[in-house]
């Protein structure tokens, strides 16, 4: 009989290498180890990935590059939103837990395969990620975790994968990160006392530049087309263009507490230049662009997408309609964006685009009306304050 084939979403970290090894060598399973790579994967690390599955004793290694879809179907929408969960975190690796479960899904729905490995705990939310996905998109096909199941330690792996001839630098770091083209997160160390920061130690991009310099951002209906003048066909690399410039001053970095879809509180590190820099930028040329409705609107629904990305709910069918009003929202947000980089921040400056509703014939706030008289607004103003003359004339002992 031929083997059962398993697909494990191998990262190459320490709990997937070490489901590699069990699954084939304690288990029999056909091994089919998938590395899905939004973005966070170097040319060398998908490499040394292909090398240590074979070695782990996979008949099969595939890296599955969904950099671009993460782009078209999610990564686009959030700027349009302008999303940051609770004000503060641009949802950035876990956004993209979503669709490397939907590429290792379709992978082994491609392959046949009878079963799907992931690394998470049981105390995570990407446990719930990754499950759900595959149950909707993969039905009928077996999930297996064996980190979560067997309540597995680092010290187990390790002596495990290192008895049977592995041999890797696993050794209990202090902090764990999880990098992706939207920033990277960081876990432990401090992290886990909340009367503490992180040290500058803790981040893997350091800053290499003081003083301030102007950086600007150009879109076209929403998308980033343009950084400090230099045109890009491919909002990809224009993001890790913003990232390079934004990381050398450290801008980005802070400290993300809310609750889990499990029910607890997190609290994470993150640096994340380019989210915080291209969102600030966006949101800033929105000011000038679009009505007082469309922001309050486009921000109500916003919210509710990062809340149900982060919870994992792309899949619900109200996340096509969200999506469609906030490209609506986008079709006059064109222009530049100028902001003012300094260490560790930035400040906006001015915008210049073609859509700009401050620039009206109408008149200019705080100096001279062109649309209406000296009458007109003082007509306005007595029919305005109608409403709360009516209250306090029949309310005369309420006391403010």
């Keep these: 009989m031929s083997k059962k084939k398993v697909v494990v979403a191998f990262s190459g970290g ?10 084939a060598k304690e288990k029999g399973y056909e091994v089919y180890a998938a590395c899905a790579n939004t973005g966070g994967f170097s040319e060398e690390q998908l490499k040394q990935n292909e090398e240590n599955a074979y070695k782990l004793g996979a008949v099969k290694y595939v890296t599955l590059d969904v950099t671009k879809e993460y782009y078209e179907k999610s990564l686009k929408y959030m700027i349009y939103g302008n999303v940051l969960r609770n004000g503060t975190y641009p949802i950035s690796v876990s956004s993209e837990r979503i669709f490397q479960a939907m590429a290792i899904a379709r992978y082994a729905n491609e392959i046949g395969a009878s079963a799907i490995a ?12 990754f499950d759900m996905t595959f149950l909707v998109l993969a039905p009928g096909v077996e999930i297996i975790t064996l980190t979560r199941d067997m309540t597995l330690t680092r010290e187990y792996e390790i002596n495990y994968l290192n008895e049977n001839g592995f041999s890797a630098d696993f050794t209990k770091l202090k902090y764990s990160y999880n990098v992706g083209i939207w920033g990277t997160s960081i876990c432990g160390g401090e992290i886990l006392d909340s009367k503490q920061g992180l040290p500058e130690t803790a981040y893997l991009k350091q800053i290499t530049k003081e003083g301030t310099e102007e950086l600007k951002l150009t879109f076209d209906k929403g998308i980033l087309t343009a950084v400090n003048g230099e045109n890009f066909d491919d909002p990809i690399k224009a993001i890790q263009k913003v ?27 993150f640096e994340a ?50 999506e469609a009003m906030l490209e609506s929202s986008q079709r006059n947000v064109t222009g530049t964006a100028i902001l003012q980089l300094f260490p560790k921040g930035f400040s906006t400056v001015g915008v210049d685009s073609p859509c700009d509703l401050v620039k009206t014939k109408f008149g ?33 002992d309420e006391k403010i």
């Excluded at 320490?14 to 699954?23: A, G, K, W």
């Design 273 to 322: 230049a380019a989210p915080m820099l291209i969102i600030g930028a966006h949101k800033f040329l929105e000011k000038y662009t679009l009505s007082k409705w469309q922001q309050y609107w486009k921000d109500q629904v916003a919210n509710w997408y990062g809340m149900f990305l982060h919870e994992s709910q792309y899949l619900e069918p109200v996340m096509r309609d969200i």
């Design 118 to 129: 992931h690394g998470s705990t049981g105390a995570g939310n990407d446990q719930i990620r």
């Design 243 to 269: 990232e390079e410039i934004g990381a050398a001053y450290g801008i980005g970095r802070d400290m993300h507490v809310g609750d889990t879809i499990i029910g607890i509180k997190g609290r994470v590190g």
């Design 14 to 23: 320490l709990d997937t290498s070490f489901t590699v090894m069990y699954l």
């Design 364 to 396: 200019e706030y705080g100096e001279i009306q062109k649309g209406w008289t000296a009458e007109d607004a003082k007509g306005f103003i007595k029919v305005t304050s109608t409403p709360l003359r009516v209250y306090h004339s029949n309310h005369p």
